[in-house]
Nanobody, 122 residues
Framework: QVQLVESGGGLMQPGGSLRLSCAAS????????MGWFRQAPGKAREFVAY????????NYADSVKGRVTISKDNAKNTVFLQMNSLKPEDTAVYFC???????????????WGRGTEVTVSS
């Protein structure tokens, strides 16, 4: 059974940093493209970042480019999302996803975590 479990969310101040983690079981992050998506209250789920199964290809949404870094540790079967210079508009539930296709399209991802909530507020 595949499980993706996100952690690391919380209440943060603008300008702060945090690192989200996604621990995978039942699949190997070394053979799946791993993505991060987010959904703000009242808004649709949106792409944040992905890292290809080789780790050699990453992509970021324009809204987070330059502030966010996605990485993974194949040995720990875990994916990370380092977020810096947090803004109130980063407030959302962040979801980890795994798929066979390297894409920003959420529908192409086969497995999803339940999300971790990030609130950025002073």
């Amino acid at each position: 059974q595949v499980q993706l479990v996100e952690s690391g969310g919380g209440l943060m101040q603008p300008g702060g940093s945090l690192r989200l983690s996604c621990a995978a079981s039942g699949l190997s992050v070394s053979v799946y493209t791993m993505g991060w998506f987010r959904q703000a209250p009242g808004k649709a789920r949106e792409f944040v970042a992905y890292i290809s199964w080789t780790g050699g290809r990453v992509n970021y949404a324009d809204s987070v480019k330059g502030r966010v870094t996605i990485s993974k540790d194949n040995a720990k079967n875990t994916v990370f999302l380092q977020m810096n210079s947090l803004k109130p508009e980063d407030t959302a539930v962040y979801f980890c996803a795994a798929g066979r296709v390297t894409t920003i399209e959420a529908l192409q991802y086969n497995y999803w975590g339940r999300g971790t909530e990030v609130t950025v507020s002073s």
